[in-house]
């Protein structure tokens, strides 16, 4: 007979409804009001308008073992945030099972749990409290805890004096110290110095080997990948992939054409047409068949244009301006080739991008084709796309990496002659 498998999380079919514009009278005052302005709809044999139902999660359902540490993914509206609610019984769901084995500490946010009136040590105390341990328990942590978030110094301040950085830090090292067997963290590290993410990254890798649970809600891909090797994809409320994280950020990035998919395709009937190209299909595609549609900041890739040509020997010339979600222009290029034999029939041109030169976010395309340099066809956004972020030479910082570009240059160390100095 087989053991059962030894999990920790267990979340059975669980969905969530919210009812919009369905907030309703709260006393008979009210009641009486909305009848009266209700009565003329009613004489006219009108109905009232009936909430709408918003389905914030619907039918999710995943184990985690224990000792994993599972990261979660997804849009903004994807149903995380929900999901976090729901594990930590912030919010109940509207319908299935979530089951624990042992305590669960959550850290939703700077600050979540906290008292703004009551100091770091009592707060700490508190929390310890709440998760049931004793007093002696929570006394034997309570120095590593301060060491940990490095607030000795204001640990008898109210905390509603700290600073984000403070708050955070007090609230990661509460909830990593205190005996709990499962962390449900968001975004803790999008907070906070270089120190203070390393010491983060490492306690969890603790936490893990200790044979605590983990899971990891953040938009921080590099962070993602460097912690987590098993991810979980929500899209609508529902789970979408489940697997090793490289599979899984393949999947966001297969998400759709409304999505960072990088591929967009028209029907010949339905395609742009400008002179006598007929554009088929504009993608973004990495130079691996394995990883085709997984691009980081690391990674050449190629934007690929398809197109039909239905006419004789033209010039014909691709413009291309990239931008971020900023609007920022990056570049602004045209193809070399501007003179083509063109014969009758399907083509394909792509631009080649170096890695190591663009930034991780989305990108938005503009296409301008020319025909013997009149402009046939001008496309705003024909192409969005995204470059993920990379957990390399990053060196234990997980914070947002600022600027367009992202270039990887060489660094050279030399001695100089001492007449030089």
């Not at 930590?88 to 703004?116: A, D, M």
Request: glycine residues 10%; aromatic residues 8%.
């Amino acid at each position: 007979m087989k053991n059962e498998r030894p999990w920790a999380i267990k979340v059975d079919d669980v969905t969530k409804r919210y009812r919009l514009g369905g907030a309703g009278p709260s006393n008979l005052r009210q009641t009486i009001a909305q009848g009266v302005e209700r009565l003329p709809q009613m004489l006219r044999g009108e109905r009232p308008p009936r909430p709408e139902d918003f389905w914030a999660l619907q039918g999710v359902s995943f184990e985690v073992t224990r000792g994993e540490i599972v990261g979660v993914i997804g849009k903004n509206g994807a149903g995380k945030s929900t999901l976090l609610k729901i594990l930590s019984q912030i919010t109940e769901p509207t319908s299935g099972e979530i089951r624990f084995r042992g305590h669960v500490g959550s850290l939703l946010e700077v600050g979540t749990g906290f008292h703004p009136e009551l100091s770091g040590r009592d707060n700490i105390f508190l929390n310890g409290a709440i998760l049931g341990m004793r007093r002696q328990q929570i006394a034997q942590r309570f120095d590593e805890i301060v060491e940990f978030a490095e607030v000795a110094a204001f640990i008898d301040t109210p905390v509603k004096r700290y600073s984000s950085g403070m708050y955070t830090r007090l609230a990661f090292a509460v909830a990593a110290h205190l005996e709990t067997d499962i962390l449900l963290i968001d975004e803790v590290l999008a907070v906070g110095d270089v120190g203070f993410q390393q010491k983060c990254l490492a306690r969890m890798g603790e936490m893990a080997h200790d044979g605590r649970t983990v899971l990891f809600v953040s938009h921080n891909i590099a962070a993602i990948q460097s912690l987590c090797p098993r991810s979980i994809l929500l899209q609508g409320g529902k789970v979408t992939a489940d697997g090793r994280t490289h599979d899984v950020l393949s999947a966001y990035l297969r998400a759709g054409a409304d999505g960072p998919s990088g591929m967009r395709r028209w029907d010949p009937d339905k395609a742009p047409v400008g002179g006598s190209a007929r554009l088929l299909a504009v993608q973004a595609l990495s130079f691996s068949e394995e990883r085709s549609r997984l691009i980081d900041v690391n990674t050449p890739f190629r934007i690929a244009f398809d197109y039909e040509w239905t006419g004789g020997p033209q010039r014909l010339r691709f413009d291309m301006r990239l931008t971020n979600r900023d609007g920022v222009i990056v570049f602004d290029v045209s193809s070399h080739q501007s003179l083509w034999a063109q014969t009758p029939g399907r083509r394909r041109i792509s631009c080649h991008i170096p890695g190591e030169l663009l930034n991780a976010g989305e990108y938005r395309l503009h296409l301008t084709l020319r025909q013997d340099d009149e402009e046939v066809l001008d496309l705003h956004d024909v192409l969005v796309f995204e470059l993920l972020d990379s957990d390399r030479d990053r060196q234990g910082w997980y914070g947002e990496w600022e600027g367009v570009l992202r270039p990887h240059f060489e660094w050279r160390g030399e001695a100089m002659p001492l007449e030089v100095i």
